[in-house]
């Protein structure tokens, strides 16, 4: 299933949640689903006051979760076993697929559910690639 926009889980500390801020309105974000008439101000105060926000933007859906459901440590929870990604000039954190796998059973959604079958592929096909490279490296 390809999603059709990015999930975010962000430390909400008041750094952290200035650069946001000032990401989301060079983003130009305005609430997702929001009627055009909501008053929206991407600031520190705002979003200290929330945990999850959906947002359309000029790059398209971005979701910010400041504790998913089955991580509501949020950020400092996932943060430890999250995986480093190059994504062309950027390295970035990714949550490991067993916090993924259960952030999506915790959120139990039909979406969620669709989702789980792919994500226990392949952490099968993870495991069994591990199995393989341990065997490998035991040959003389």
Do not use: W
């Amino acid at each position: 299933m390809i999603t059709q926009d990015l999930d975010v889980c962000y430390a909400r500390d008041d750094e952290n949640l200035e650069r946001l801020a000032a990401a989301l309105r060079d983003l130009h974000a305005s609430l997702r689903g929001a009627p055009p008439d909501i008053p929206f101000r991407p600031d520190t105060k705002t979003l200290k006051a929330g945990n999850h926000f959906t947002f359309a933007t000029d790059a398209g859906g971005f979701d910010i979760l400041g504790s998913p459901s089955g991580a509501r440590g949020g950020y400092e929870e996932l943060i430890p076993t999250a995986v480093d990604v190059d994504l062309d000039a950027y390295r970035v954190k990714v949550a490991s697929i067993d916090d993924l796998i259960r952030m999506k059973k915790a959120a139990d959604r039909p979406k969620d559910r669709a989702v789980l079958e792919e994500l226990g592929a392949l952490r099968e096909e993870i495991d069994a690639r591990a199995v393989e490279e341990r065997r490998r490296r035991r040959r003389p």
